[in-house]
């Protein structure tokens, strides 16, 4: 399995941004895919996922702001975050497991004020 993250860059606060995670593999509808954050000065945070039942969860620094969907036809995962506030600033990537874990290598995402 291989991750691939796009879409970031630099946004004023209260913009938009959609993240893509390229998935390359087998049985991409089997997984449940993650996205994680790190924001300067702090660990590795859950920020969101979508289960293959389509099941999501946010961190509750972003419910009512971000929305994470996939496409199983496209082998995609999606993170559309709206009303972006500076503290959403940090490395944003992409992660699944199915007995090993998988991480793509991020994508920066900069909210100015």
């Known amino acids: 399995v291989q991750l691939v993250e796009s879409g970031g860059g630099l946004v004023q606060a209260g913009g938009s941004l959609r993240l893509s995670c390229a998935f390359s593999g087998s049985f991409f509808g089997r997984y449940t895919m993650n996205w994680y954050r790190q924001t300067p000065g702090n660990q590795r945070e859950l920020v969101a996922s979508i289960s293959s039942a389509w099941i999501t969860n946010y961190a509750d620094s972003v419910k009512g702001r971000f929305t994470v969907s996939r496409d199983n036809d496209k082998n995609m995962v999606y993170l559309q975050m709206d009303s972006l506030k500076p503290e959403d600033t940090g490395v944003y990537y992409c992660?699944?497991?199915?007995?090993?874990?998988?991480w793509g290598r991020g994508t920066q995402v900069t909210v100015s004020s």
């Open positions: 992660f699944t497991q199915w007995a090993t874990s998988y």
